[in-house]
């Protein structure tokens, strides 16, 4: 009896590791640019970008043959699962984080940074990310949010003698405990009532719960709240602006898409899921979140005298935007794979004009040295190219066909056009009012850039480097093309997530 309980005890759990491949590439290559780090220190500083780059193009590899491969892969007892829609967000963040890495080349490069820990931490974020688009599990989700939490905040108050930066830093960190306490104590409720930490079956069991089971209720509002706050939706949203504007650029854009769409990937697991017996809970609190965060971050933005600011304000009313299909997703399962699949198309859309702003953002301020609004004036006379790309990445933002945005937003109407819920169409409503106010703060930049005069008369062309423009040509063509053939995207975002409830 003895021997047969410690075999029990040190029996080793099925792992496919074919599943896990992309995850245990990246954790090489991240212990390989700490290896180099120890033995060479400043010696590895020219070639830590290109090492970082080269790990996340080959991660994409196991990525491939898993999606050639095309069967679902369940492991750790359903706490870890390898389906179309982990694919797909797997791939949005290794094309983001490589898109980031471009962006930091020179930008790290020029300044007071040590080379090799960024980039060690940025792969440790991105492989969380990465980890969290598979993970169904209660236990799971919360370590892959603190292994893509913990580094992004190191790696916002990297400008170690900026104080901005460093106030950016604290206050992330202050308030992403605070947001992961929340989160653990709704995961708490529900691990009481349930009895389980997966997913599948928390769902079954707060299925079995009823309607009545106020525990239940507490615990999916502190969830969602915990997760509202990494996806910054309103009133979640307050550390955004500070931490944009005092964080590294490229960092900005690191959390502004790759950190934010971890956070939706987690929330959509969670909803459809886990809770997804229960609408009458999260359908309402989604749709205050998707009200509040479309007209606060679109109404604040107007005010907005720094670009990065503007950026974060924008991408609070980009949250409202995603997360918007949810508030009429628990209506039947036809309705839930049309929301899950809009949210998912916005998201990969959005990655892609968001970090192509920011490329040109990063471009013209290490002309300028600075984020001002004002800088920006007659950025046509002296980067004509720079202000086309900008131009065409803003509107895209705004939804204006052929660019990208149209039909990502075009998804959106579409699923709370049909749901057939008053409250839908309401959100559609107010939704179409904040893409009018959204297009005006866009197209008032863009008209600076274009109709004003340079500041100071000073017309030096931009200094461009191959890493910022294959992240604007890489940026631009995905923008454009799935404007011009949404069916690209469409192909790849119709994904459910809905069967593995059960």
């Known amino acids: 009896m003895s021997h047969d309980l410690l075999t029990l005890a040190f029996q080793r759990p099925a792992i496919d590791w074919h599943g896990i ?47 050639v491969d095309g069967a679902d892969r369940v492991m750790f007892s359903g706490a870890y699962v390898v389906d179309d829609f982990s ?23 020029e300044g007071d940074y040590w080379e090799n820990e960024y980039y060690g931490l940025l792969l440790a974020s991105i492989m969380g ?49 605070f947001a992961s306490a929340v989160m653990l104590y709704g995961m708490s409720l529900l691990y009481g ?65 790759a950190s934010k769409a971890a956070g939706f990937v987690a929330l959509l697991a969670l909803v459809f899921v886990g809770f997804y017996s229960r609408s009458e809970v999260w359908e309402p609190l989604i749709w205050i979140l998707a009200a509040l965060s479309m007209t606060v971050g679109n109404l604040i ?4 005298t720094n670009v990065v600011r503007l950026m974060a304000y924008s991408g609070i ?35 892609a004009m968001n970090l192509g702003a920011f490329a040109v953002i990063i471009s013209l301020a290490r002309r300028t040295g600075s984020a001002d609004v004002t800088s920006f004036a007659g950025a046509f006379h002296f980067a004509p190219g720079l202000t086309i790309a900008m131009t065409a990445f803003l509107f ?42 959204a297009l005006y703060y866009y197209a008032s930049l863009a008209r600076r850039m274009w109709a004003d005069d340079p500041l100071h008369g000073d017309r030096d062309p931009v200094p461009m480097t191959p890493s910022l423009v294959s992240a604007l040509v890489l940026c631009g063509v995905v923008t454009l093309a799935f404007g011009v053939a949404p069916q690209l995207v469409a192909r790849f975002t119709d994904v459910s997530l809905l069967a593995l409830g059960g």
């Open 87 to 109: 694919l797909v967000m797997k791939a949005v963040f290794l094309l983001a984080g490589y898109v980031v890495v471009l962006l930091s080349t020179n930008y790290v490069a």
């Open 301 to 304: 933005a107007l005010r907005q």
């Open 129 to 177: 990310m990465v980890m969290m688009a598979s993970a169904r599990d209660l236990v799971s989700i919360f370590v892959a949010l603190e292994l893509l939490s913990i580094p992004a905040y190191l790696l916002v108050a990297w400008r170690k003698r900026d104080l901005h930066s460093t106030e950016a830093g604290l206050k992330y960190y202050l308030m992403g405990v």
């Open 193 to 257: 009532v349930t009895g389980s930490t997966l997913l599948s079956e928390v769902g079954a069991g707060v299925a079995a719960a009823g309607t009545s089971t106020a525990v239940v209720t507490m615990g999916i509002v502190f969830v969602v709240a915990g997760f509202a706050f990494k996806v910054s939706a309103v009133p979640f949203h307050t550390w955004a602006p500070d931490v944009y504007e005092g964080a590294p650029t490229p960092v900005t854009a690191f959390l502004s898409v």
């Open 317 to 351: 009313a980009q949250t409202g935007f995603m997360i918007a299909p949810l508030a009429v997703a628990g209506h039947g399962l036809a309705n839930g794979d049309q929301a899950l699949s809009a949210t998912v198309t916005y998201l990969v859309i959005y990655t």
């Open 21 to 67: 491949a992309p995850e245990l590439v990246l954790l090489s290559m991240g212990a390989l640019i700490t290896l180099i780090d120890i033995l060479f220190l400043e010696k590895a500083r020219p070639y830590t970008a290109g090492l970082a780059g080269l790990g996340l193009l080959a991660t994409a590899v196991p990525l491939l043959t898993l999606a």
């Open 396 to 437: 895209s933002l705004a939804g204006i066909p052929p660019l990208g945005g149209w039909f990502a937003k075009f998804e959106v109407f579409r699923v709370l056009a049909t749901a057939g819920e008053p409250w839908g169409y309401v959100l559609a409503a107010v939704g179409a009012v904040n893409s009018v106010i």
